[in-house]
């Protein structure tokens, strides 16, 4: 790992990040000098599905500075071998990888790793031809609001309890996570309560607000939409809206919407209109069996009726009319600067239909046409990369590459089991009987966390090395530019909060990595507050405001810490990514530019021998190391030896980021 060939997507690598279709780009290829002697390489294209090789030529020595890093005494540092090709981007999306010859052995480059047998083009490089996401995207620093639990304003107690709903009280009230009330349990959130919180949203770093759904429905999530046209009346009307977006923007920050492709819900005016109602012309918009009395709900849920996308009728009103879903909320008064996609991975497939492709290609599309600075990201909650490959999500909402692996790395790995007594005293409700999840009983309360849908007892604990594979596997497939856009998220709303998953600590190194890695850092609302729940409901909890008992651990100062090491360091938003160290309990790697690096190191636990890393791997001069950023009693310290080695301790779960001088590419 410390001295394989080395390529990635960002400035260092890629002399275009968005080229032109029928455009040559420069691509380069950074040989480690501890790698060996490299006779030739040669940078392997697909074009219309069939491989092309170009040779690639060796750049000067002298232009990357090795001079100046042999006086340093560290002279393999500088001695690293830059070979550069150009690469015509035949498709939109263009495929490549490295093929190279060293010693007598023959290595194959991609966007996994570096290996000595043929592997598949699924892992290939990906340059996207045309325009990409908004400048600002990469940058963001995503927080993520429930709107029905994040604060109520004196406008909420004028509205009464809807008649779908269950009254509850904001500080007593527990959330109950698995029960036949858990959708109608109605806290009354408004936006109005957010307009008044935005001083808390701007102290932790935040710079991009995510609203879950804000129309009108009849649930407390508000996924099951009764109507497009307007915002729902309990949190204020179209109205608040307009001004929560104002004020938003009047901060210098971004707001975006929740839009679901997949289905409305039961009660929406369009699926009302063509229930039992086969001569509608809203019949075509959803997937009805004879006389439109049964249909395709999302999951078998009815409340979720289906879209189908070969209408020609939805995709009018839903995306390309003047009013459509996806227009009305981007334009004036209401102004949103995106919107998040609700199931996009399931949007357009049924069975043998898949449009999913043409109908997110429709959607971004009209985006741009409407905006081209709104950002557009989609849900998609498995193997995520075959559907974002930069010409229609601008990034994915997924919790393969990055969430799941972490909760693994940092698991707690053993979940107390409680007696009935302290279940019921839990759950404030009577819950001697069983539900089943997966196959599963497991009571209305529980002490372990869902496992997003994996049918066992919480995350099983595996190594540093076996996330870096995890992460890989999964990420290898996006684009340079879609993994930018990704959103790393160590909880949501639709998952148990990270605080039970994971070891004492370990929240602040999940946090950690989750700012340092290559994409959006998403902050569920509550994280920062330590909040807890076994599952996406029961985290849905309503924030503290009035009540500190219910503060878990106050890691406000963190997360403001995190984004603005972040603000501060935009190469950590777009600097490349070389890993460098992920063994057991301690991982470490490096983003890097031209103007500046920044080296990461994490451990889970005390690491009181310590670790050794070669200087060269860094390829800098120990002494340029500077501290940035130590999270957690047990951060990693340094030492440096005059044999050119850095070695790194930890007395507990902790991390350190530390800055680096820039990377002096050959010109």
């Given at each position: 790992?410390?001295?394989?060939?080395?390529?990635?997507?960002?400035?260092?690598?890629?002399?275009?990040?968005?080229?032109?279709?029928?455009?040559?780009?420069?691509?380069?290829?950074?040989?480690?000098?501890?790698?060996?002697?490299?006779?030739?390489?040669?940078?392997?294209?697909?074009?219309?599905?069939?491989?092309?090789?170009?040779?690639?030529?060796?750049?000067?020595?002298?232009?990357?500075?090795?001079?100046?890093?042999?006086?340093?005494?560290?002279?393999?540092?500088?001695?690293?071998?830059?070979?550069?090709?150009?690469?015509?981007?035949?498709?939109?999306?263009?495929?490549?990888?490295?093929?190279?010859?060293?010693?007598?052995?023959?290595?194959?480059?991609?966007?996994?790793?570096?290996?000595?047998?043929?592997?598949?083009?699924?892992?290939?490089?990906?340059?996207?031809?045309?325009?990409?996401?908004?400048?600002?995207?990469?940058?963001?620093?995503?927080?993520?609001?429930?709107?029905?639990?994040?604060?109520?304003?004196?406008?909420?107690?004028?509205?009464?309890t809807p008649e779908w709903a269950i009254a509850c009280s904001w500080d007593d009230t527990p959330v109950i996570g698995r029960g036949p009330e858990t959708p109608y349990q109605f806290y009354g959130g408004d936006l109005d309560g957010i307009r008044e919180k935005l001083d808390h949203l701007v102290a932790v770093g935040a710079t991009l607000v995510y609203l879950t759904p804000m129309f009108a429905a009849r649930s407390n999530h508000r996924y099951d939409a009764s109507a497009f046209a307007e915002v729902d009346p309990l949190l204020g009307g179209d109205d608040a809206l307009v001004r929560l977006v104002e004020e938003i923007h009047a901060r210098g920050l971004k707001v975006m919407g929740d839009l679901t492709t997949n289905h409305s819900g039961d009660m929406h005016e369009w699926f009302r209109a063509s229930f039992r109602n086969p001569?509608?012309?809203?019949?075509?918009?959803?997937?009805?069996?004879?006389?439109?009395?049964?249909?395709?709900?999302?999951?078998?849920?009815?409340?979720?009726?289906?879209?189908?996308?070969?209408?020609?009728?939805?995709?009018?009103?839903?995306?390309?009319?003047?009013?459509?879903?996806?227009?009305?909320?981007?334009?004036?008064?209401?102004?949103?600067?995106?919107?998040?996609?609700?199931?996009?991975?399931?949007?357009?497939?049924?069975?043998?239909?898949?449009?999913?492709?043409?109908?997110?290609?429709?959607?971004?599309?009209?985006?741009?046409?409407?905006?081209?600075?709104?950002?557009?990201?989609?849900?998609?909650?498995?193997?995520?990369?075959?559907?974002?490959?930069?010409?229609?999500?601008?990034?994915?909402?997924?919790?393969?590459?990055?969430?799941?692996?972490?909760?693994?790395?940092?698991?707690?790995?053993?979940?107390?089991?409680?007696?009935?007594?302290?279940?019921?005293?839990?759950?404030?409700?009577?819950?001697?009987?069983?539900?089943?999840?997966?196959?599963?009983?497991?009571?209305?309360?529980?002490?372990?966390?869902?496992?997003?849908?994996?049918?066992?007892?919480?995350?099983?604990?595996?190594?540093?090395?076996?996330?870096?594979?995890?992460?890989?596997?999964?990420?290898?497939?996006?684009?340079?530019?879609?993994?930018?856009?990704?959103?790393?998220?160590?909880?949501?709303?639709?998952?148990?909060?990270?605080?039970?998953?994971?070891?004492?600590?370990?929240?602040?190194?999940?946090?950690?990595?989750?700012?340092?890695?290559?994409?959006?850092?998403?902050?569920?609302?509550?994280?920062?507050?330590?909040?807890?729940?076994?599952?996406?409901?029961?985290?849905?909890?309503?924030?503290?405001?009035?009540?500190?008992?219910?503060?878990?651990?106050?890691?406000?100062?963190?997360?403001?810490?995190?984004?603005?090491?972040?603000?501060?360091?935009?190469?950590?938003?777009?600097?490349?990514?070389?890993?460098?160290?992920?063994?057991?309990?301690?991982?470490?790697?490096?983003?890097?530019?031209?103007?500046?690096?920044?080296?990461?190191?994490?451990?889970?636990?005390?690491?009181?021998?310590?670790?050794?890393?070669?200087?060269?791997?860094?390829?800098?001069?120990?002494?340029?190391?500077?501290?940035?950023?130590?999270?957690?009693?047990?951060?990693?310290?340094?030492?440096?030896?005059?044999?050119?080695?850095?070695?790194?301790?930890?007395?507990?779960?902790?991390?350190?980021?530390?800055?680096?001088?820039?990377?002096?590419?050959?010109?």
């Open positions: 790992m410390l001295f394989q060939p080395h390529h990635d997507g960002s400035a260092l690598y890629v002399d275009q990040l968005h080229p032109e279709l029928g455009s040559t780009v420069r691509v380069r290829l950074r040989v480690p000098a501890g790698f060996g002697e490299v006779e030739k390489v040669w940078l392997r294209s697909v074009r219309d599905a069939e491989p092309h090789y170009d040779a690639a030529d060796r750049l000067p020595f002298e232009a990357n500075g090795g001079a100046d890093l042999e006086e340093e005494g560290s002279a393999d540092a500088g001695a690293d071998q830059w070979w550069e090709a150009h690469l015509t981007v035949i498709n939109p999306v263009q495929k490549y990888r490295w093929f190279v010859q060293s010693s007598g052995r023959s290595y194959w480059v991609n966007a996994q790793g570096v290996f000595t047998h043929d592997v598949p083009d699924a892992s290939d490089f990906r340059l996207v031809a045309g325009p990409g996401a908004p400048a600002w995207a990469p940058q963001a620093v995503m927080y993520q609001i429930f709107v029905d639990r994040f604060a109520r304003s004196s406008q909420a107690d004028q509205h009464p001569e509608a012309p809203e019949s075509e918009m959803y997937y009805f069996g004879e006389g439109n009395e049964d249909y395709v709900a999302w999951l078998g849920v009815p409340s979720l009726p289906k879209f189908n996308w070969h209408s020609a009728h939805l995709r009018k009103r839903f995306v390309l009319d003047d009013d459509s879903m996806v227009a009305r909320w981007l334009k004036p008064p209401f102004n949103l600067d995106g919107w998040r996609i609700d199931v996009g991975n399931m949007t357009g497939r049924h069975g043998r239909d898949d449009l999913n492709y043409e109908v997110a290609k429709i959607i971004r599309e009209r985006v741009t046409e409407l905006n081209s600075d709104a950002l557009l990201l989609a849900e998609s909650t498995s193997d995520a990369s075959a559907d974002f490959q930069g010409e229609t999500w601008h990034g994915a909402m997924t919790y393969t590459n990055f969430t799941r692996p972490v909760w693994q790395w940092l698991s707690r790995g053993e979940w107390p089991e409680l007696t009935q007594e302290q279940v019921e005293e839990a759950a404030g409700v009577n819950t001697a009987t069983l539900l089943s999840v997966s196959g599963i009983p497991v009571p209305a309360v529980q002490t372990w966390p869902d496992f997003y849908g994996v049918p066992q007892k919480g995350p099983d604990r595996i190594e540093a090395e076996e996330l870096l594979a995890t992460h890989l596997n999964f990420i290898a497939g996006f684009p340079w530019s879609v993994r930018l856009c990704n959103m790393n998220a160590i909880d949501t709303h639709d998952t148990a909060r990270a605080a039970l998953a994971v070891i004492p600590g370990g929240q602040e190194v999940a946090a950690a990595l989750q700012f340092s890695l290559p994409g959006i850092p998403l902050v569920f609302a509550g994280d920062e507050f330590g909040l807890e729940g076994f599952n996406g409901e029961e985290s849905r909890t309503p924030m503290p405001w009035d009540d500190p008992s219910r503060i878990k651990r106050d890691l406000r100062g963190i997360y403001r810490a995190l984004s603005e090491t972040r603000r501060r360091h935009p190469v950590l938003a777009d600097g490349g990514i070389r890993w460098l160290f992920a063994e057991g309990d301690a991982l470490a790697f490096i983003r890097e530019s031209d103007d500046e690096s920044v080296l990461f190191m994490a451990t889970r636990k005390a690491l009181e021998e310590g670790l050794e890393l070669p200087v060269k791997a860094l390829c800098h001069p120990a002494t340029d190391i500077e501290t940035l950023l130590t999270i957690g009693e047990g951060a990693p310290t340094l030492s440096t030896s005059p044999s050119g080695v850095v070695r790194w301790k930890s007395s507990g779960p902790g991390v350190s980021l530390y800055r680096l001088p820039g990377v002096k590419a050959p010109a």
